[in-house]
């Protein structure tokens, strides 16, 4: 994220994790994205199909975008997908989708200087929407999940119609389920905080693979605590993050 199945992906769409590997040591930089997106993106649904599936039975797609900025209404775009599967409380490190995009536009030097991708690194690859058929492949039959996850599908949704697929529609952010467990005034609910709060070695911070993965890594540790607080399935989660003071003041700001 710039402040971020059962389909097998060839080996060679890892390879951009490995093109940005100088920068994977890189400790944390700052954030210029505000932590809270409009969660109303999310169009979070409770009583949607699927509503009773229990958590720890689910298949997971755990999402992450790098861009070209903040601003999709005014023309940033999307640098780099990725994505990993959690099938059953285990992170599937052999199953991930990583790809870099080619934005169609330059990269921002301030972009650049948090997520380490150049205007070389793009060049040649594929756009947008041949990359989001590839996401909606592997993604499909899943629940897509992020941190701050609306503000990946702010870029990702409005794309659906020209790559001519959809992103599953069933979603949960674990921003919002940290807001669920952790309601405290005070309670940081950043990426990096969260991996400390859990004990998550975090590698690859903003690059999109790397994210994904510290996410993924999070969401387990969350189901089984969302378990202890009686919140067991799909539907409950989604009605117990909708309920969220996070949520709750997203909805009027925006």
């Known amino acids: 994220v710039l402040v971020g199945p059962p389909v097998a992906v060839p080996a060679q ?29 999310l169009d979070l649904d409770a009583t949607a199909p699927g509503a009773d599936d229990d958590l720890r039975s689910l298949a997971f797609t755990v999402l992450d975008t790098e861009t070209t900025g903040l601003e999709p209404a005014g023309g940033d775009t999307v ?46 690859r594929s756009r947008l929407p041949t990359v989001m058929v590839d996401l909606a492949r592997f993604a499909s039959d899943t629940v897509l999940v992020g941190h701050d996850l609306a503000f990946d599908l702010a870029f990702l949704r409005p794309r ?9 529609y069933r979603v949960l952010d674990v921003l919002l389920l940290s807001a669920v467990l952790h309601p405290a005034d005070g309670e940081s609910h950043a990426l990096d905080a969260l991996a400390r709060r859990y004990g998550i070695p975090v590698l690859g911070r903003h690059t999109a693979l790397g994210d994904a993965l510290v996410t993924a890594e999070i969401l387990v540790r969350m189901i089984d605590q969302l378990a202890a607080q009686g919140i067991t399935t799909y539907g409950q989660a989604v009605e117990a993050a909708s309920a969220t ?7 009027r700001r925006f």
Do not use: C, K, N, W
Not at 17 to 36: D, F
Not at 160 to 168: I, M, Q
């Open 79 to 124: 640098v780099a997908v990725g994505a990993v599967r959690v099938d059953r409380g285990r992170v599937r490190e052999d199953d991930v989708l990583d790809r870099l995009v080619d934005p169609g536009r330059p990269i921002p030097a301030a972009a650049t200087a948090i997520h380490g991708i150049t205007d070389e690194m793009v060049a040649g």
């Open 160 to 168: 659906e119609t020209e790559a001519g697929t959809s992103l599953p």
């Open 13 to 41: 769409e890892a390879q951009p994790l490995a093109e940005s590997a100088t920068h994977l040591e890189v400790a944390p930089r700052p954030s210029p994205r505000p932590v809270v997106y409009d969660f109303r993106l």
């Open 245 to 251: 003071r996070l949520a709750r003041e997203s909805a």
